[in-house]
Each structure stands twice: as structure tokens, then as C-alpha cells.
């Protein structure tokens, strides 16, 4: 399996980026589908996933708003958009399939939990400069 990431790199704040992550070597559509990120001296963190058929999206509170996770199913892509960049968005970040789901309020959710990661990639920096 492999998960490639591409799309980081420094931009100012305020700013935006579109991160993609190709997969290969994986049931796509077995899938949910997550983006995590790790700055230095912090522990990596889900900041967005989605449901295998891309019906269902979650996201942190830091980055509502500002990021929108989607999956283009018949290309096996993953894509982050990032708009309204701050410094403290600046991290490695990860592209990730879980076969896990969540239950939530009568529904199923795709998971945001390291625990629950089955790929990652290899990572992409973003750097926001202030």
C-alpha cells in the first residue's frame, strides 16, 4: 500500500494550499480517509476525515471554516483544501486510511484517531510563515 502526498510548502498567513494523497495498492473504496498533522513538540493530530463514499466529513474546531477535506473516488485521491493559513497550522502533514468507523448519534462516522490509522503516507511540510 502506499499513500503519497504531495502539494506542502511555505506560504504566508493568510494564505492557502491544496494538499493531495494518491493511493495505491488499497481497496479505495474500503476506506475512510484522514488528514493528521504534527508540529514539532506536539502530538500528531486528526484534523479531518472522511467517509468512504465522502458523505460524511469531520474536522477539528481549529480548522473549521478554513479547511475542506474531500476524495475523488474514481481517481483514488484525497485532497485538503487549506484557506486563511495561520503559523500555528505549520506541521507535517499525513495522509491516512482507516478501515474503522465510529457511532455517533445513530450514525457512523469515519474516525480522526491515530489508533484507528491502517496507512499513512509519508507526509508533506507546510509551513505558514507570520
Known amino acids: 500500500v502506499q499513500l503519497v502526498e504531495s502539494g506542502g510548502g511555505l506560504v504566508q498567513a493568510g494564505g492557502s494550499l491544496r494538499l493531495s494523497c494518491t493511493a495505491s495498492?488499497?481497496?479505495?473504496?474500503?476506506?475512510?480517509m484522514a488528514w493528521f498533522r504534527h508540529a514539532p513538540g506536539r502530538e500528531r493530530e486528526g484534523v479531518s476525515c472522511i467517509s468512504r463514499s465522502g458523505s460524511t466529513t469531520s474536522w477539528i474546531d481549529s480548522v473549521k471554516g478554513r479547511f475542506t477535506i474531500s476524495r475523488d473516488n474514481a481517481k483514488n485521491t484525497l485532497i485538503l483544501h487549506m484557506n486563511s493559513l495561520k503559523p500555528e497550522d505549520t506541521a507535517m502533514y499525513y495522509c491516512a486510511a482507516s478501515s474503522t468507523d465510529t457511532y455517533s448519534g445513530g450514525r457512523y462516522l469515519c474516525s480522526s484517531s491515530v489508533a484507528h490509522v491502517d496507512y499513512w503516507g509519508q507526509g508533506t511540510q507546510v509551513t505558514v510563515s507570520s
Open positions: 495498492g488499497l481497496t479505495w473504496g474500503s476506506y475512510n
